[in-house]
């Protein structure tokens, strides 16, 4: 497609459960991230990857986090046993690699209950 | 102390003002500096980059001070369509990690 694309747009689950969140980057852009947005705050950065491989998950908030990303393209963000506090949208991005510049996909927002 | 700070606002103007925000930035090695712009319920999207000797785009004026490590956006003849969160986002030496503040609403009012 033309843009990042993710999936599920809302996914709601029970406290405990795991989810797993998809993002499609922008064909051809080697970098990808993913961001955490919770409501009125800013991007909480997560993790980076270049091709398939992640130089920084500095961000990632727990080991019940972990990112993946196949075939320097698809990646998937798993959270493991969710908590309430998980509630957020989540927010990927990719990179051609131009200085700065990230183009977002539309977000997963998630529902812990 | 935040990375990238902004006051949240929300800043409300009625059309034609001219409003301006600021941002500060703690990393004086930071490289570059951009203002992104995020609808609600909306992915941020690129407004503008912002160079050291200022720039515009239409009725949008960056300006960059390194010195102080200060980084501002004017908006000129403020139409509905402004309305927005404004992002001030800076980047690392290498270009690839880019720090994002809180961000600065903007609602503009008939």
């Known amino acids: 497609g033309a843009g990042v694309s993710q999936s599920p747009s809302n996914k709601v689950t029970e406290k405990g459960k795991d989810v797993e969140l998809r993002c499609d980057p922008i064909s051809g852009h080697t970098a990808l991230y993913w961001y955490r947005q919770s409501l009125g705050q800013g991007l909480e950065f997560l993790i980076y990857f270049q091709g398939n491989s992640a130089p920084d998950k500095s961000g990632l908030p727990s080991d019940r986090f972990s990112a993946e990303r196949t075939g320097g393209s698809v990646s998937t963000l798993t959270i493991q046993r969710t908590q309430q506090e998980d509630s957020a949208v989540y927010l990927c991005?990719?990179?051609?690699?131009?200085?700065?510049?990230?183009?977002f996909g539309a977000g997963t927002r998630l529902s812990v209950l | 102390r935040k990375e990238v700070e902004q006051d949240p606002g929300p800043f409300n103007v009625p059309e034609g003002a001219t409003v301006a925000f600021n941002c500060t930035y703690s990393n004086s090695a930071s490289q570059s500096f951009f203002w992104y712009r995020q609808d609600c319920r909306k992915e941020p999207k690129l407004l503008m980059s912002v160079y050291s000797s200022g720039n515009e785009d239409g009725r949008f004026t960056a300006q960059l001070n390194r010195a102080s490590q200060y980084i501002s956006l004017l908006i000129r003849d403020s139409k509905l369509s402004d309305s927005a969160t404004y992002l001030c986002?800076?980047?690392?030496?290498?270009?690839?990690?880019?720090?994002f503040g809180g961000g600065t609403r903007l609602m503009v009012k008939p």
């Open positions: 986002v800076v980047s690392n030496n290498a270009g690839n990690m880019l720090t």
């Open positions: 991005a990719s990179s051609s690699g131009t200085w700065g510049i990230q183009y």
